[in-house]
T-cell receptor, first 115, second 113 residues
């Protein structure tokens, strides 16, 4: 089956702009989690969606938001971009029915550069 | 607060050498444990995972890990590494939080020919 698809692969944005990233999970997976990966902070959890509802949220400012559609595809939005938002944004999909999950499959990520 | 510690940030070793990467977590409840690998320019791939049962877990590409509950540890091992094992390795833990993997800082492993 197809893996987790993230689009676009690369983005260059200017400070103050907003950006939307997309993630299509593995077919049948209803949970999508988002992570930010930077050299300094490593992999940090942003939020998780299941059946169009945000179930969990990390410690990021309100400029970071997301949503999930009825087909489980998810989008992440960052408004008023800052230089420090430059990172690799990863999404992971899973079945999501239990907290003790059977594992997460990651997409290739979107590399966002803010200039 | 929950945390995951990886003992080494960088490891350099020769082909055929043995590899052991340390991982400790701080959480008193039930955990699921994972090791992920990120090859240069590629996405995170699952090496192995532990949920319950035999604490010695075997994964892909000859990797294995041992869960020692009393030490809150989940160390990764490979008896003989290859140049293609050059990558960054991440230990991760899930606890009672929906959809959240808590990652360690990662260990960059370089295998020299």
């Amino acid at each position: 089956k197809a893996g987790v698809t993230q689009t676009p692969r690369y983005l260059i944005k200017t400070r103050g702009q907003q950006v939307t990233l997309s993630c299509s999970p593995i077919s049948g997976h209803r949970s999508v989690s988002w992570y930010q990966q930077t050299p300094g902070q490593g992999l940090q959890f942003l939020f998780e969606y299941f059946s169009e509802t945000q179930r969990n949220k990390g410690n990021f400012p309100g400029r970071f938001s997301g949503r999930q559609f009825s087909n489980s595809r998810s989008e992440m939005n960052v408004s008023t971009l800052e230089l420090g938002d430059s990172a690799l944004y990863l999404c992971a999909s899973s079945l999501g029915q239990t907290k003790t999950n059977y594992g997460y499959t990651f997409g290739s990520g979107t590399r966002l550069t803010v200039v | 607060a929950q945390s995951v510690s990886q003992h080494n940030h960088h490891v350099i070793l020769s082909e055929a050498a043995s590899l052991e990467l340390g991982c400790n977590y701080s959480y008193g409840g039930t955990v699921n444990l994972f090791w992920y690998v990120q090859y240069p320019g590629q996405h995170l791939q699952l090496l192995l995972k532990y949920f319950s049962g035999d604490p010695l877990v075997k994964g892909i590409k000859g990797f294995e890990a041992e869960f020692i509950k009393s030490k809150f540890s989940f160390n990764l091992r490979k008896p003989s590494v290859q140049w293609s094992d050059t990558a960054e390795y991440f230990c991760a833990v899930t606890t009672d939080s929906w959809g959240k993997l808590q990652f360690g800082a990662g260990t960059q492993v370089v295998v020299t020919p």
